[in-house]
């Protein structure tokens, strides 16, 4: 059985950082052909795709509102995928989720955002961004 379980949210000042963790079980990162990605849900509106990465070919993507201040990572060895946030704004304030779609090679912007291409989510990680 696929699981997803997120950690690493909490409350954090305009600026400051946060690193989530997605750790996998029920499957092994090797093989590889599927994609990790991280969506979000603010309140009062619709999850969206932040980030993602094909382990297939290494490709990731980001969408623009977080370019340049979350990185997405993993380490194959802990079965583990990362989200590192830095610069976090109060508009960044959500429940994130990683997610895996099975069969997905290339990281971009449909395949980040289509909720429908992922079957396996975790319940969710609340990141607050407030002063």
């Known amino acids: 059985q696929v699981q997803l379980v997120e950690s690493g949210g909490g409350l954090v000042r305009p600026g400051g950082s946060l690193r989530l963790s997605c750790v996998a079980s029920?499957?092994?990162?090797?093989?590889?052909?599927?994609?990790i990605g991280w969506f979000r849900q603010a309140p009062g509106k619709e999850r969206e795709g932040v980030s993602c990465?094909?382990?297939?070919?290494?490709?990731?993507y980001y969408v623009d509102s977080v370019k340049g201040r979350f990185t997405i990572s993993s380490d194959a060895a802990k079965n583990t995928v990362y989200l590192q946030m830095n610069s976090l704004k109060p508009e960044d304030t959500g429940v994130y989720y990683c997610?895996?779609?099975?069969?997905?090679?290339?990281?971009?912007?449909?395949?980040?955002?289509?909720?429908?291409?992922?079957?396996?989510w975790g319940q969710g990680a609340q990141v607050t961004v407030s002063s």
């Open positions: 990465m094909a382990r297939t070919d290494g490709s990731t």
């Open positions: 029920g499957f092994t990162f090797m093989p590889n052909h599927y994609t």
């Open positions: 997610a895996r779609a099975a069969g997905v090679r290339r990281a971009d912007d449909y395949t980040c955002k289509s909720e429908t291409l992922y079957e396996n």
